[in-house]
RNA sequence: GGGGCUGUAGUAGAGUCGGUUACAACGCCGGCCUGUCACGCCGGAGGUCGCGGGUUCAAGUCCCGUCAGCCCCGCCA
């Protein structure tokens, strides 16, 4: 049924056919797109990545192509020799990039026939996703997917040849690795030749590349893959790429001076925006004054107001108590949205409520100015007009109040920031406000294991004015650590490290890991310490995430080609999958009781 | 571990208050058609209503359970 390829030469792809081309006698190959049959005359859309083109097939000028075109169907895969030739009067596409010629061929053969397709592999037909992820490889023949795909090979590209240009070494570092405490959960690997040892998968190349600066490579980087076991999200994957940088004898400054270039050379390069540089700075503080997260959406204002001053004394006994109790009152003014019914109001409290909330208080600012709510008859007039003055409201305007621990009315109200800035349209699909955070703070506290963890890894080194907190209250010192923020979205963080052992081990010893343990699990990077390690730092950007701010996706899963569903599963190749009971033994594995194992 | 949404021909959907043979579109198959481009016209085939149980004279529809996909909380240094 099909033709063998012979000595037949690819000439052209498909999308570079233009009116230059035509006269030309090309070859071209690819799959069918589309076939319209006039009964005589046939027209084959034909596709490859970089387009489609028309065939014209007239039983006029070749029967023989003719005939064979009759039995072709969608995704055939043909080649197809003919001469670029223009379309008649008034039968140009001009929805197409190649509309303007069409193929005349002379000869067809067909490489490889197909089924039909269990779903439409055109621009129009919505499919869902299940069966899209069963069909990887056909959904990967669809335009939108393969644009992503072909971007994200080129913000690669402009990575490698930016700090390739900029002094840094790609090295590959070890994807069998060990299993270190802190963070998340790991993938663990069984070593056959060292029965009952593991190594874990990385979860970043993080003490590799502060090796790499101990030995002298001064800058590193590398587009690695980065694993790690937990549940997953529309921007979270079990295995996703970092652009992972470390620099030597930096300071903070340095590493985002560097980095913000390469993100303005990326953004450029890719979508042609420009980005102003230097991006503003704020530290972790501000952030969450000002907008309740430390990761805000900087494309509109709508901040939060911390109201706690005003109410402490007031006769609202809900906002004065958590006042008295160390809480927070803040609120948000949603401009004009006075409008919103009772179900909006509901809609949003129950929003709230995900992130721990217990209420949400509003007031409505009504056409003559009075208060539509119904806490306002617990404030005096006096608080009434701070309140108003503290949140610029204007009639039309909605005031949404959070009382509550700080934690939990900085993150209710912050979401509630980001998830109206959405509703409301303030946030420009088309604008791209970057900002860095720093000063986070070094440690937080771990009520279930009572004790300090890092917030960003053990690593990290404090300022050099907190060092002295580690001692006293080590819970107050910030650290040199900075993320990048775009439009809500982390896309990188990173950290200057700590580059003395005696610093190192006094953070292993705040974290609780004691000097033996430490010496198990982190002995060789506390040695190397001791053998000159310069003054060095670094950072990772999720590529993955910044993939998506660049294409616009919804889903992380349509920035990678073969992605995992929500069970961390994947419907094409269906793994992960049970093993011989051989490879289990030569590994020393004994799976426990059935009741225990997922049935498959 | 928890909350929510979805599941009906190959695809994506409609299906009212539980009531006749589950509907139209796209795709598929056959026929016709020489300028279409999401071609058009005529005809045809195609269904375990995710799966299991229950209520009922009667279940796509109501109830319980379960599976899968998605979104979220926890988790993700």
Request: aromatic letters at 8%; hydrophobic letters at 40%.
């Given at each position: 049924?099909?033709?063998?390829?012979?000595?037949?030469?690819?000439?052209?792809?498909?999308?570079?056919?233009?009116?230059?081309?035509?006269?030309?006698?090309?070859?071209?190959?690819?799959?069918?797109?589309?076939?319209?049959?006039?009964?005589?005359?046939?027209?084959?859309?034909?596709?490859?990545?970089?387009?489609?083109?028309?065939?014209?097939?007239?039983?006029?000028?070749?029967?023989?192509?003719?005939?064979?075109?009759?039995?072709?169907?969608?995704?055939?895969?043909?080649?197809?020799?003919?001469?670029?030739?223009?379309?008649?009067?008034?039968?140009?596409?001009?929805?197409?990039?190649?509309?303007?010629?069409?193929?005349?061929?002379?000869?067809?053969?067909?490489?490889?026939?197909?089924?039909?397709?269990?779903?439409?592999?055109?621009?129009?037909?919505?499919?869902?996703?299940?069966?899209?992820?069963?069909?990887?490889?056909?959904?990967?023949?669809?335009?939108?997917?393969?644009?992503?795909?072909?971007?994200?090979?080129?913000?690669?590209?402009?990575?490698?040849?930016?700090?390739?240009?900029?002094g840094?070494?790609?090295?590959?570092?070890?994807?069998?690795?060990?299993?270190?405490?802190?963070?998340?959960?790991?993938?663990?690997?069984?070593?056959?030749?060292?029965?009952?040892?593991?190594?874990?998968?990385?979860?970043?190349?993080?003490?590799?590349?502060?090796?790499?600066m101990v030995?002298g490579f001064d800058r590193?980087?590398?587009?690695?893959?980065?694993?790690?076991?937990?549940?997953?999200?529309?921007?979270?994957?079990?295995?996703?790429?970092?652009?992972?940088?470390e620099l030597s004898f930096v300071d903070?400054?340095d590493v985002?001076?560097v980095?913000?270039?390469?993100?303005?050379?990326?953004?450029?390069?890719?979508?042609?925006?420009?980005?102003?540089?230097?991006?503003?700075?704020?530290?972790?503080?501000?952030?969450?004054?000002?907008?309740?997260?430390?990761?805000?959406?900087?494309?509109?204002?709508?901040?939060?107001?911390?109201?706690?001053?005003?109410?402490?004394?007031?006769?609202?006994?809900?906002?004065?108590?958590?006042?008295?109790?160390?809480?927070?009152?803040?609120?948000?003014?949603?401009?004009?949205?006075?409008?919103?019914?009772?179900?909006?109001?509901?809609?949003?409290?129950?929003?709230?409520?995900?992130?721990?909330?217990?209420?949400?208080?509003?007031?409505?600012?009504?056409?003559?100015?009075?208060?539509?709510?119904?806490?306002?008859?617990?404030?005096?007039?006096?608080?009434?007009?701070?309140?108003?003055?503290?949140?610029?409201?204007?009639?039309?305007?909605?005031?949404?109040?959070?009382?509550?621990?700080?934690?939990?009315?900085?993150?209710?109200?912050?979401?509630?920031?980001?998830?109206?800035?959405?509703?409301?349209?303030?946030?420009?699909?088309?604008?791209?406000?970057?900002?860095?955070?720093?000063?986070?703070?070094?440690?937080?506290?771990?009520?279930?294991?009572?004790?300090?963890?890092?917030?960003?890894?053990?690593?990290?080194?404090?300022?050099?004015?907190?060092?002295?907190?580690?001692?006293?209250?080590?819970?107050?010192?910030?650290?040199?650590?900075?993320?990048?923020?775009?439009?809500?979205?982390?896309?990188?963080?990173?950290?200057i490290r700590?580059h003395?052992?005696?610093?190192?081990?006094?953070?292993?010893?705040?974290?609780?890991?004691?000097?033996?343990?430490?010496?198990?699990?982190?002995?060789?990077?506390?040695?190397?310490?001791?053998?000159?390690a310069p003054p060095h730092g670094g950072?990772?950007?999720?590529?993955?995430?910044?993939?998506?701010?660049?294409?616009?996706?919804?889903?992380?899963?349509?920035?990678?080609?073969?992605?995992?569903?929500?069970?961390?599963?994947?419907?094409?190749?269906?793994?992960?999958?049970?093993?011989?009971?051989?490879?289990?033994?030569?590994?020393?594995?004994?799976?426990?009781?059935?009741?225990?194992?997922?049935?498959?």
């Open positions: 049924m099909s033709d063998i390829l012979g000595d037949w030469k690819r000439t052209h792809f498909c999308g570079e056919l233009r009116k230059e081309h035509i006269g030309r006698q090309v070859c071209l190959m690819g799959w069918v797109h589309r076939r319209r049959d006039h009964g005589g005359l046939i027209f084959i859309d034909l596709r490859d990545r970089t387009g489609i083109a028309q065939l014209a097939l007239d039983p006029d000028r070749d029967p023989e192509a003719h005939a064979k075109a009759e039995a072709i169907r969608n995704e055939f895969v043909i080649a197809a020799i003919g001469t670029v030739s223009p379309r008649p009067q008034g039968t140009v596409n001009p929805k197409m990039p190649t509309g303007e010629v069409e193929i005349e061929i002379s000869e067809l053969r067909i490489l490889n026939i197909a089924k039909t397709p269990p779903f439409m592999l055109d621009e129009f037909t919505e499919v869902a996703e299940n069966l899209r992820l069963k069909y990887r490889y056909l959904d990967l023949r669809r335009e939108a997917i393969q644009k992503n795909l072909i971007l994200r090979h080129q913000v690669a590209q402009t990575v490698r040849s930016y700090l390739t240009d900029n840094f070494l790609e090295i590959e570092t070890p994807m069998l690795t060990k299993s270190t405490p802190e963070g998340a959960r790991d993938y663990l690997v069984p070593s056959r030749v060292n029965l009952g040892n593991f190594y874990a998968l990385p979860q970043s190349p993080q003490l590799f590349k502060q090796l790499l030995s590193y980087f590398q587009i690695v893959r980065c694993f790690r076991d937990e549940d997953l999200r529309a921007d979270r994957q079990p295995e996703f790429t970092q652009i992972d940088c903070r400054d985002m001076a980095m913000e270039g390469m993100i303005a050379k990326v953004f450029k390069s890719a979508i042609n925006v420009d980005v102003i540089l230097p991006i503003p700075r704020l530290t972790f503080a501000e952030a969450l004054d000002r907008y309740g997260v430390d990761n805000p959406d900087l494309r509109f204002e709508m901040e939060l107001v911390n109201l706690t001053e005003i109410v402490k004394d007031s006769g609202f006994k809900v906002f004065a108590e958590v006042a008295a109790k160390g809480g927070l009152v803040k609120a948000l003014n949603a401009k004009g949205c006075a409008t919103f019914s009772r179900k909006e109001l509901d809609g949003l409290t129950d929003f709230v409520a995900i992130y721990g909330a217990k209420g949400l208080a509003w007031v409505k600012i009504q056409e003559d100015g009075s208060w539509q709510s119904p806490i306002a008859k617990f404030f005096t007039t006096q608080e009434l007009a701070s309140i108003g003055a503290a949140l610029d409201a204007q009639p039309g305007d909605l005031l949404l109040f959070g009382a509550d621990k700080p934690a939990v009315a900085n993150e209710a109200l912050g979401r509630l920031r980001g998830h109206l800035g959405n509703k409301l349209g303030l946030a420009n699909p088309n604008s791209y406000k970057f900002a860095w955070v720093t000063d986070f703070p070094l440690l937080e506290w771990d009520g279930e294991e009572r004790r300090h963890v890092a917030v960003h890894h053990p690593f990290t080194a404090p300022l050099d004015e907190d060092i002295p907190l580690l001692d006293t209250e080590p819970g107050k010192a910030r650290a040199k650590a900075y993320d990048l923020v775009l439009n809500g979205s982390e896309i990188g963080g990173g950290s700590i003395n052992q005696a610093v190192q081990s006094r953070m292993f010893n705040l974290l609780g890991i004691g000097e033996e343990e430490a010496q198990q699990k982190f002995g060789f990077l506390l040695d190397a310490l001791e053998y000159g950072i990772a950007f999720g590529l993955d995430r910044v993939m998506m701010i660049l294409t616009g996706a919804g889903s992380i899963r349509d920035v990678i080609a073969f992605p995992k569903t929500q069970k961390a599963t994947c419907l094409m190749s269906e793994a992960p999958g049970v093993v011989d009971e051989k490879q289990l033994r030569e590994l020393g594995i004994r799976l426990a009781a059935p009741s225990q194992q997922k049935q498959s």
